[in-house]
């Protein structure tokens, strides 16, 4: 059996009509042998079968097509209806009949929606039966149009998942690439800074200091590159980046340690806090500090170098408030859906550093707390991303019904 009739026998066995549709023949014409068959050139192939006859053929049995009546109905593409082949004109001396014997018959071809022949929707029976001239040969052929249809939409639907199977394929294979490689260059990275590091404490003609700051510099740049390939390695191909949330007494110190950070890399910005009491916070210290340093990050670099940039911390109605506003050109209605997604970027006329991965890594630091990402941008009021906490999350999770 070759492959593609292999292919059609599980299409048609993936159609939930096609037992029914058997059923219905069997039950409209008295006849107790009906079937679905994919007919080639040289078989004839049942892909579905309803046998109270005891005929013996099942699904996936052949047959010699030149000892069957589809022979002709292959060249012919018509409707063969017998009622008692032995007193039948056309088909008393058929040696098909005598082959198979039987008396009653109806075959009817299914094409593809391209036009080409399928096959047949056949039935027969030892007794005679009265079916010409009824409404079973309309029946079965809108039968056949109908299961044309479903043909083509299972075929369809094959199509669209294999190329979907294939494609995840591909991007689990590339994520796990990145994981890989992004594991493999951390040690050579920590190497390259720490020995820059020690060269810009020891050395000291200026020329030569500087050489290793920008070694320094273009090391730690990497490094923060490849932290972020592989959170966003961990958020695909795991359940997401990995938190430990736990008390955080010190919460408002990590927050402010990290603006200072980014203050020293752009001395000439104004950055202003607002950190208010965040006492009585549970949550993962160094991923937080992770979310706001990415969209600190993304606030100097794309807002207005002339303005502030405004970072706020308080705790409001039991919600945590962490939010980063800057101004500028406003992002587009249309970007905004799309800002934290991996690899998206605002559009810009100038080169642009990193991956784009600073807004999806901060997403992700947001959904593994339980809390979500929110931002606003308009030309008034600038651009304001915050990250919400509901600090009763874990009460209210302790409150769902547990799972049966």
């Not at 607002?274 to 807002?303: K, P, Y």
């Not at 502030?308 to 101004?327: M, W, Y």
């Amino acid at each position: 059996m070759s492959t593609a009739v292999t292919s059609d026998i599980a299409t048609i066995g993936r159609i939930n009509a096609v037992p029914a549709i058997l059923q219905v023949i069997c039950e409209t014409t008295g006849l107790r042998f009906a079937a679905v068959a994919r007919v080639t050139e040289t078989r004839w192939t049942a892909c579905a079968v309803l046998d109270t006859l005891e005929f013996g053929l099942k699904v996936g049995g052949e047959l010699d097509l030149t000892t069957t009546l589809c022979h002709e109905i292959r060249s012919s593409h018509q409707t063969i209806v017998i009622d008692k082949a032995s007193e039948d004109e056309l088909y008393c001396n058929h040696h098909t009949p005598r082959i198979y014997k039987f008396e009653s018959y109806i075959s009817v071809p299914v094409f593809r929606a391209d036009g080409s022949f399928f096959g047949t929707i056949c039935a027969l029976d030892p007794l005679p039966a009265a079916l010409k001239g009824s409404a079973i040969q309309p029946m079965m052929e809108s039968f056949a149009r109908l299961l044309s249809i479903q043909i083509e939409s299972e075929e369809n639907t094959q199509k669209t998942e294999e190329a979907l199977q294939k494609e995840r394929a591909t991007a689990e294979v590339r994520e796990q690439f990145i994981a890989v490689l992004g594991h493999d260059l951390r040690n050579p990275l920590f190497a390259i800074t720490a020995g820059a590091e020690l060269l810009t404490q020891r050395l000291e003609e200026e020329k030569s200091r500087a050489i290793a700051q920008h070694i320094l510099t273009c090391g730690r740049r990497a490094t923060q590159l490849v932290r972020d390939v592989l959170d966003f390695a961990r958020g695909r191909l795991g359940n997401g980046i990995v938190v430990a949330i736990k008390p955080c007494p010190d919460l408002a110190d990590a927050l402010q340690h990290v603006t200072s950070e980014l203050q020293r890399v752009h001395p000439h910005r104004q950055i202003i806090q607002h950190i208010g009491d965040l006492d009585g916070i549970d949550c993962d210290r160094e991923r937080v500090s992770q979310l706001l340093s990415n969209l600190l990050a993304n606030a100097l670099t794309h807002g207005d170098a002339t303005q502030p940039v405004d970072i706020s911390a308080q705790v409001r109605d039991r919600v945590f408030v962490l939010g980063v506003h800057n101004f500028g050109k406003p992002i587009a209605a249309p970007v905004l859906g799309q800002l934290f997604q991996p690899f998206s970027r605002p559009i810009s006329d100038t080169p642009q550093t990193g991956l784009g991965l600073g807004l999806y890594i901060a997403n992700q630091i947001a959904l593994a707390h339980g809390g979500r990402m929110e931002v606003i941008s308009s030309q008034e009021a600038g651009t304001l991303f915050s990250f919400r906490l509901p600090l009763d999350r874990v009460e209210a999770q302790a409150k769902l019904p547990a799972n049966p």
